[in-house]
């Protein structure tokens, strides 16, 4: 248990659904990330968020929308996806955005149709 | 473009025996960060070296690092069934804090 949980674990949805992802902290950490895993490739970092305030967007496209309400929760909403965005995606946190180690969540693995 | 890389790709050894990854790397980097992940998993931390130090332990990890190469290793000793994982290398540059992952070496370790 790293401290990180994410929910759902597992996602199917249409690409016409609208679905969110969750993850809550409870490190007490105040930077939170979305990184999404595809097979055969590194993880890609997509969001970043800093004491609440989103520092960075790796030209992530808009169907994906990061919400970050306090420094424990993270949410992912996903709308009009695509099959090619089938899969896992990864919260993360550390203690703030100049430390190194970063804590991972379990991740939700989600397939689209 | 990737920043780590790791070598071999895949792994299979006898529980026992050690494992050894390697990470090559790009750019100058602050420090290295080993991570390992289950199948379906989240990434847990392993072991972080910083770019002034050459060799760090952590139970039956052995983490080198060569600023020169721009190279990392990871030797398991004494592998067991229960580290059969995907193992990352992760670099972290000061400039934007960015923390860059590899894909990965695939380990398994067989009874």
Redesign the interface.
Known sequence: ETGVTQTPRHLVMGMTNKKSLKCEQHLGHNAMYWYKQSAKKPLELMFVYNFKEQTENNSVPSRFSPECPNSSHLFLHLHTLQPEDSALYLCASSQDRTNEKLFFGSGTQLSVL | S?Q?EEDPQALSIQEGENATMNCSYKTSI??L?W?RQNS??????LI?IRSNEREKHSGRLRVTLDTSKKSSSLLITASRAADTASY?CAT?TGGG???????GTQLKVEL
Not at chain 2, 40 to 45: E, K
Not at chain 2, 97 to 103: M, V
């Open positions: 990737q780590g602050n420090n960060q991570y379906g998993r989240g990434l847990v931390h972080l990352f972290f804090n960015k923390l860059t992952f590899g894909t």
